[in-house]
């Protein structure tokens, strides 16, 4: 596995090594000791969630608070997402910064996410399966998000607005400077 440090701290961007045959593809697509000496992280991923959506599909951005927050790996089993995250850990000195990638079935990367970010992704090809591993199991009391289209963040989504498919859920989000309160 290669694994990358992004602009924000704790956030890494990993490339598994695939080998290929005549038989197909294999790829290693997570090992927690590797990840552990490059990172100084031990990670134990405790639920695993998949969806698949799409095209013009937004999800998120979505945290969960104080005790109950989580770590997630995600990656892209078919398809193409921009993904984005952004920090919402008061006091870390990325605090407010955002990050984005595009993951797809074709590159292989994954983006770790820390606790204390929001994440988010919006769905560039129909069809596209999107997995994630998390560490602490989801807490519908624990969940806080903040609105895609906040213009303190100013996120590409990648997608022209008209053709953006969001929840009435997501749209009711707050303000990032609202969201922590």
Not at 34 to 60: A, C, H, L, M, W
Not at 64 to 75: E, F, I, N, Y
Not at 104 to 121: C, E, M, T, W
Not at 137 to 163: A, Q, T
Request: hydrophobic share 35%; glycine share 8%.
């Amino acid at each position: 596995m290669k694994i990358e440090q992004t602009l924000l701290s704790g956030c890494f961007v990993i490339t598994p090594k695939t080998f290929e045959d005549s038989r197909g593809v294999f790829s290693e697509t997570f090992n927690s000791k590797t990840f552990e000496e490059v990172t100084g992280i031990s990670q134990d991923f405790v639920q695993d969630n998949q969806s698949i959506s799409r095209y013009g599909v937004v999800r998120g951005l979505h945290f969960q608070r104080g005790s109950l927050a989580q770590a997630k790996l995600v990656r892209v089993v078919k398809g193409r997402v921009q993904d984005i995250v952004v920090d919402v850990r008061e006091g870390s000195e990325t605090f407010g910064k955002s990050f984005s990638i595009e993951l797809s079935a074709a590159n292989g990367k994954q983006l770790y996410v820390p606790r204390g970010f929001a994440h988010g992704f919006s769905v560039l090809e129909d069809g596209s399966i999107f997995a994630y591993k998390c560490d602490n199991f989801y807490d519908k009391e624990s969940e806080s998000g903040i609105i895609f289209n906040d213009s303190d963040l100013n996120l590409d989504w990648r997608l022209p607005k008209n053709d953006m498919i969001i929840s009435e859920k997501d749209l009711e989000l707050p303000l990032f400077k609202n969201a922590l309160l």
